[in-house]
C-alpha cells in the first residue's frame, strides 16, 4: 500500500504543503543475495575468502555508500586484494573498498580463493526492509524497516508471505531462514499527518537466500587410484566461512552401510591401512555440527584400487629340503614376490590330479602343513598363486624324506652247513629301511670287529677268517644319522678240526708180561667235541672210545703174547681224522709181573718157594717205589684207575713151577701171575 498524500512536519508552522511523492515503477522484487552457495572445491584449493559489508546491510538507499572488506581464513587482508564487479576486476587493491553501484561484488587474498558474490542494491524508495549479512542456515537474521526520515514512522509491521510476523515502533526483528528458504518478506511504515491523517508507506518484497553453515562434503581419497593392499587416507571434505570458524564439526565415514573406524569423531581424516578391491562397495561420510544440529551427507562414490598381479611365486619347506625326517610334520609355504588382493594359493604334487590344499587371503605368503610325513610322501612339489589374473606356478622341488635306519639283521653266510676253522665267514649287515648312507659295524661279544658303510644303502659285509677264538655271540648295527639300531644276537660255534692224536701206554714201558693190563692213552691236543678215538695194532682195529666234552680216551688190554708189535691211535670228530705215531709194545713170556731180579741157585724146589715168597715182599715195596716214580696222569671225576706195571725178568718156558702157574692162571684175566705165586 502507498499513501495518497503526505504532509510535512512544518505544516503546523504554516509552510507550504506538498504531495505525497508517489512511488515509482510497480513494484519490483528486491533479492538479497548474501553469499551464494560455495561450490566444491577441489582437493588441495585455498580456501574462499569472505566478503564483508559495512554497515552490514546489503540494500542502502541512493546516494549512500558501503565499504566492502574481504577476509580469509586468518584476518582481515588490508593489501593486495583483488576485486572484481560484476566479473570485471577493478584496479584498487587495498584492503577495503567503499562503493555507491548497485551490483555484484567480489573478492580474492592471496591466500584465499574467490569469494562468493554479493549482490549490493542502491535504491531510491522511501522505505527499503534490510536484512543483516552475512545470513547462515539455522542463524538468527535481523531484519530492519527503514525509513528515509525515521523520526516520522510511528510503527512498522514485519511481514512473511503476507502472514504477519510482528511489529514495533522502532525495534528490529530476528528471523531464523532455513537454508533454500524461499518465503518472501516485506515490511510496512505508518504514521500520522499533522491533520490527523495516517499514512502508510509499504518495501518492496525480499527473498532472503541464506548460504550454508558449511556444503555438503565430498569424500576424497588419496591417493586417489591406490594399489590394492595399500594404506589409503579418505577426508571428508567440508570447510565453515571464517565467521564461523567457532563452530565444530564431527565426522564419521562409511563403507555401503557399515561405519568404518570409530565412528564419529572431529576428524576428517580416516587412514584404511590396507585398502583391497571389494568389486562395486561405494564409500560416503557425513558431518555435522553440535549445535545448532545440522547433518550433511557426501554422494557415494567407489574408490578404483590398483591390482597388481602376482609374480615371482616360490615354494620352501620347513624343514629345509634335506632335512624332512620320515614322520615329522612338512609345511609347505607359497610366497610371492608381488601381487595385490585376494591371493588364492594351491599346493600339488607331480603325478596327482589333485590339489593338496587350497587358501584365500589376503596375504602374500601362506602355509600348508602335512602331518607325519612318510617314505610315501616323496616327489616333486610345487605351488601356485592366483589373484583372479590366472595362476603362476613356482618351481618345482624334490622333498624326500629321510627314513631312519631299522633294526637291522645280521645274517653269517658259512661255505658249509657247521663252520669250521679256517673257514672264511661273511657277516652281512643289513636294514630293511633307511636313508643312505648307512654306516654298520659289527660286534663279538659287544667288541667291535669293524665297520663298513652302505653309501647307496641295502647292506654290508665284513668276512672273518675263523679260528677256534671266533666262536661266541655276534650282532650288528647300522647308524645313518638319524637313529642308531642294533640287530638281535646270532650265535656262531667254530668246529675245530682234531690235531693228530698223541698214543701213551701206561705204564708207559717199551716191554710188558702177558696178562698184564696195559691201558692205551690217545688224546688230540686241539678238535671240537664229540671225538671218536680208535685203537689200532698194527692197523687191526681193537676198539674206539667217544669223548663227548672233548679231551682224551683210554682203551685197556689184558696183554697176550700176541699183543706185541706196534700200536696206534686214530682222532675223528667228523672234520677228518688223524692218525698218532705209532708205539712199539714188547710182551714178554713170565708170568712174575714186575718183580727184580734174584739170583737163585741150584736150590731145591722148596728154597725156591721159599726165595719166591720173600721176593714177593720186596716187590710190594718195590711197586709203592715204582709207583711214586712212574705214575701216570691223574684221572678225573669218572675216569678209569690207572693201571701200574713192572717189569718182569722173563723165565725158563721149561721151568715145572711155570708150567704149574699157568695153569692154575687158565680160568683169569688181568689177574697178576704173583698172587697165584703167593697162593702157591
Same mark, same amino acid.
Given at each position: 500500500?502507498f499513501c495518497?498524500?503526505?504532509?510535512d512536519?512544518?505544516?503546523?508552522?504554516?509552510?507550504?504543503?506538498?504531495?505525497?511523492?508517489?512511488?515509482?515503477?510497480?513494484?519490483?522484487? +528486491?533479492?538479497?543475495?548474501?553469499?551464494?552457495a560455495?561450490?566444491?572445491?577441489?582437493?588441495?584449493?585455498?580456501?574462499?575468502?569472505?566478503?564483508?559489508?559495512?554497515p552490514?546491510?546489503?540494500?542502502?538507499?541512493?546516494?549512500?555508500?558501503?565499504t566492502?572488506f574481504?577476509?580469509?581464513?586468518?584476518?582481515?587482508?588490508?593489501?593486495?586484494?583483488?576485486?572484481?564487479?560484476?566479473?570485471?576486476?577493478?584496479?584498487?587493491?587495498?584492503?577495503?573498498?567503499q562503493?555507491?553501484?548497485?551490483?555484484?561484488?567480489?573478492?580474492k587474498?592471496?591466500r584465499?580463493?574467490?569469494?562468493?558474490?554479493?549482490?549490493v542494491?542502491?535504491?531510491?524508495?522511501w522505505?527499503? =526492509?534490510?536484512?543483516?549479512?552475512?545470513a547462515?542456515?539455522r542463524d538468527?537474521?535481523?531484519?530492519r524497516?527503514?525509513?528515509?526520515?525515521?523520526?516520522?514512522?510511528?510503527?512498522?509491521?514485519?511481514?512473511?508471505?503476507?502472514?504477519?510476523?510482528?511489529?514495533?515502533?522502532?525495534?528490529?526483528?530476528?528471523?531464523?531462514?532455513?537454508?533454500?528458504?524461499?518465503?518472501?518478506?516485506?515490511?510496512?511504515?505508518?504514521?500520522?499527518?499533522i491533520?490527523?491523517?495516517s499514512?502508510?508507506?509499504?518495501?518492496?518484497? =525480499?527473498?532472503?537466500?541464506?548460504?550454508?553453515?558449511?556444503?555438503?562434503?565430498?569424500?576424497?581419497?588419496?591417493?586417489?587410484?591406490?594399489?590394492?593392499?595399500?594404506?589409503?587416507?579418505l577426508?571428508?571434505?567440508?570447510? +565453515?566461512?571464517?565467521l564461523?570458524?567457532?563452530?565444530?564439526?564431527?565426522?564419521?565415514?562409511?563403507?555401503e552401510h557399515?561405519?568404518?573406524?570409530a565412528?564419529?569423531?572431529?576428524?576428517?581424516?580416516?587412514?584404511?591401512?590396507?585398502?583391497?578391491?571389494?568389486?562395486?562397495?561405494?564409500?560416503?561420510?557425513q558431518?555435522?555440527?553440535?549445535?545448532?544440529?545440522?547433518?550433511k551427507?557426501?554422494?557415494?562414490s567407489q574408490?578404483?584400487?590398483?591390482?597388481?598381479?602376482?609374480?615371482?611365486?616360490?615354494?620352501?619347506?620347513?624343514?629345509?629340503?634335506?632335512?624332512?625326517?620320515?614322520?615329522?610334520d612338512?609345511?609347505?609355504?607359497c610366497s610371492?614376490?608381488?601381487?595385490?588382493?585376494?591371493?588364492?594359493?594351491?599346493?600339488?604334487r607331480?603325478g596327482?590330479?589333485?590339489s593338496?590344499?587350497?587358501?584365500?587371503?589376503?596375504?602374500?605368503?601362506?602355509e600348508?602343513?602335512?602331518?607325519?610325513v612318510?617314505?610315501?610322501?616323496?616327489?616333486?612339489?610345487?605351488?601356485?598363486a592366483?589373484?583372479?589374473?590366472?595362476?603362476?606356478l613356482?618351481?618345482?622341488?624334490?622333498i624326500? @624324506?629321510r627314513?631312519?635306519?631299522?633294526?637291522?639283521?645280521?645274517?653269517?653266510r658259512?661255505?658249509?652247513?657247521?663252520?669250521?676253522?679256517?673257514?672264511?665267514?661273511?657277516?652281512h649287515?643289513e636294514?630293511?629301511?633307511?636313508?643312505?648312507?648307512i654306516?654298520?659295524?659289527?660286534?663279538?661279544?659287544?667288541?667291535?670287529?669293524?665297520?663298513?658303510?652302505a653309501?647307496?644303502?641295502?647292506?654290508?659285509?665284513?668276512?672273518?677268517s675263523?679260528?677256534?677264538?671266533?666262536?661266541?655271540?655276534?650282532?650288528?648295527?647300522?647308524?645313518?644319522g638319524?637313529?642308531?639300531?642294533?640287530?638281535?644276537?646270532?650265535s656262531?660255534?667254530?668246529?675245530v678240526?682234531?690235531?693228530?692224536?698223541?698214543?701213551?701206554?701206561?705204564?708207559d714201558?717199551?716191554?710188558?708180561?702177558?696178562?698184564?693190563?696195559?691201558?692205551l692213552?690217545?688224546?688230540?691236543?686241539?678238535?671240537?667235541?664229540?671225538?671218536l678215538?680208535?685203537?689200532?695194532?698194527?692197523?687191526?682195529? =681193537?676198539?674206539?672210545t667217544?669223548?663227548?666234552?672233548?679231551g682224551?680216551?683210554?682203551?685197556?688190554?689184558?696183554?697176550t703174547?700176541?699183543?706185541?708189535?706196534?700200536?696206534?691211535?686214530?682222532?675223528?670228530?667228523?672234520?677228518?681224522?688223524?692218525?698218532?705215531?705209532?708205539?712199539?709194545l714188547?710182551?714178554?713170556?713170565?708170568?712174575?709181573?714186575?718183580?727184580?731180579?734174584?739170583?737163585?741157585?741150584?736150590?731145591?724146589?722148596?728154597?725156591?718157594?721159599?726165595? +719166591?715168597?720173600?721176593?714177593?715182599? +720186596?716187590?710190594?715195596?718195590?711197586?709203592?717205589?715204582?709207583?711214586?716214580?712212574?705214575? @701216570?696222569?691223574?684221572?678225573?671225576?669218572?675216569?678209569e684207575?690207572?693201571?701200574?706195571?713192572?717189569?718182569?725178568?722173563?723165565?725158563?718156558?721149561y721151568?715145572?713151577?711155570?708150567?704149574?702157574?699157568?695153569?692154575?692162571?687158565?680160568?683169569?684175566?688181568?689177574?697178576?701171575?704173583?698172587?697165584?705165586?703167593?697162593?702157591?
Amino acid at each position: 500500500m502507498f499513501c495518497e498524500h503526505r504532509w510535512d512536519r512544518s505544516l503546523a508552522f504554516g509552510e507550504t504543503v506538498f504531495p505525497c511523492p508517489r512511488p515509482g515503477p510497480a513494484p519490483m522484487l +528486491l533479492w538479497l543475495l548474501l553469499i551464494l552457495a560455495p561450490g566444491r572445491q577441489p582437493a588441495g584449493a585455498l580456501p574462499k575468502a569472505l566478503l564483508l559489508l559495512k554497515p552490514p546491510w546489503s540494500t542502502a538507499f541512493e546516494g549512500e555508500t558501503v565499504t566492502l572488506f574481504c577476509k580469509d581464513h586468518h584476518s582481515l587482508a588490508w593489501e593486495y586484494v583483488s576485486w572484481y564487479h560484476n566479473e570485471t576486476p577493478l584496479r584498487k587493491q587495498s584492503g577495503r573498498l567503499q562503493i555507491s553501484k548497485s551490483g555484484h561484488y567480489r573478492c580474492k587474498t592471496q591466500r584465499s580463493s574467490l569469494s562468493d558474490p554479493v549482490h549490493v542494491q542502491f535504491l531510491p524508495d522511501w522505505l527499503v =526492509l534490510q536484512a543483516s549479512h552475512p545470513a547462515f542456515e539455522r542463524d538468527k537474521v535481523v531484519l530492519r524497516c527503514r525509513g528515509k526520515e525515521e523520526e516520522d514512522i510511528m510503527e512498522r509491521t514485519y511481514y512473511k508471505n503476507e502472514e504477519k510476523i510482528g511489529s514495533s515502533y522502532n525495534s528490529n526483528i530476528t528471523v531464523y531462514p532455513a537454508f533454500n528458504d524461499d518465503s518472501t518478506y516485506r515490511c510496512t511504515a505508518s504514521g500520522m499527518y499533522i491533520l490527523g491523517m495516517s499514512w502508510t508507506e509499504t518495501s518492496r518484497p =525480499l527473498k532472503i537466500q541464506v548460504q550454508e553453515l558449511f556444503p555438503s562434503p565430498v569424500l576424497t581419497a588419496s591417493p586417489s587410484w591406490p594399489i590394492e593392499g595399500s594404506p589409503v587416507t579418505l577426508t571428508c571434505e567440508t570447510w +565453515l566461512p571464517p565467521l564461523t570458524s567457532h563452530t565444530r564439526l564431527q565426522f564419521c565415514f562409511f563403507k555401503e552401510h557399515r561405519a568404518l573406524g570409530a565412528g564419529w569423531s572431529n576428524s576428517p581424516e580416516l587412514q584404511i591401512p590396507t585398502m583391497w578391491s571389494e568389486g562395486a562397495a561405494s564409500y560416503w561420510c557425513q558431518a555435522r555440527t553440535v549445535i545448532p544440529r545440522i547433518l550433511k551427507t557426501s554422494p557415494r562414490s567407489q574408490i578404483r584400487v590398483h591390482r597388481v598381479p602376482v609374480s615371482d611365486v616360490n615354494l620352501e619347506t620347513q624343514p629345509p629340503v634335506g632335512q624332512l625326517i620320515e614322520g615329522e610334520d612338512l609345511v609347505l609355504i607359497c610366497s610371492v614376490a608381488a601381487g595385490t588382493g585376494t591371493v588364492t594359493f594351491s599346493w600339488h604334487r607331480e603325478g596327482s590330479e589333485r590339489s593338496l590344499g587350497r587358501k584365500t587371503q589376503n596375504a602374500l605368503s601362506a602355509e600348508l602343513r602335512i602331518a607325519s610325513v612318510r617314505e610315501q610322501d616323496a616327489g616333486r612339489y610345487y605351488c601356485a598363486a592366483d589373484n583372479l589374473d590366472g595362476p603362476v606356478l613356482s618351481k618345482r622341488i624334490r622333498i624326500t @624324506p629321510r627314513v631312519p635306519a631299522s633294526r637291522p639283521v645280521l645274517t653269517v653266510r658259512t661255505p658249509r652247513a657247521q663252520a669250521v676253522e679256517g673257514d672264511v665267514v661273511e657277516l652281512h649287515c643289513e636294514a630293511q629301511r633307511g636313508s643312505p648312507p648307512i654306516l654298520y659295524r659289527f660286534y663279538r661279544e659287544d667288541v667291535p670287529l669293524g665297520s663298513s658303510s652302505a653309501p647307496s644303502g641295502g647292506g654290508a659285509s665284513l668276512n672273518l677268517s675263523l679260528t677256534a677264538e671266533h666262536s661266541g655271540n655276534y650282532s650288528c648295527e647300522a647308524n645313518n644319522g638319524l637313529r642308531v639300531q642294533r640287530s638281535k644276537m646270532v650265535s656262531l660255534s667254530i668246529t675245530v678240526p682234531v690235531s693228530h692224536p698223541v698214543l701213551t701206554l701206561n705204564p708207559d714201558v717199551a716191554q710188558a708180561m702177558v696178562g698184564d693190563v696195559l691201558e692205551l692213552r690217545c688224546e688230540a691236543q686241539r678238535g671240537s667235541p664229540p671225538i671218536l678215538y680208535w685203537f689200532y695194532h698194527e692197523d687191526v682195529i =681193537l676198539g674206539n672210545t667217544s669223548a663227548p666234552f672233548g679231551g682224551g680216551a683210554s682203551f685197556n688190554l689184558s696183554l697176550t703174547t700176541e699183543h706185541s708189535g706196534n700200536y696206534s691211535c686214530g682222532a675223528d670228530n667228523g672234520l677228518g681224522a688223524q692218525s698218532s705215531e705209532t708205539v712199539s709194545l714188547n710182551i714178554t713170556g713170565l708170568c712174575k709181573n714186575k718183580v727184580t731180579h734174584i739170583t737163585v741157585g741150584v736150590i731145591g724146589c722148596l728154597l725156591s718157594m721159599l726165595g +719166591l715168597a720173600a721176593t714177593a715182599a +720186596l716187590v710190594g715195596r718195590f711197586r709203592t717205589q715204582r709207583k711214586s716214580a712212574h705214575s @701216570p696222569r691223574t684221572h678225573q671225576k669218572g675216569e678209569e684207575p690207572a693201571i701200574v706195571y713192572s717189569e718182569v725178568k722173563r723165565a725158563d718156558p721149561y721151568d715145572p713151577a711155570r708150567q704149574d702157574c699157568e695153569e692154575a692162571a687158565e680160568g683169569y684175566e688181568n689177574v697178576p701171575c704173583t698172587s697165584l705165586a703167593s697162593d702157591h
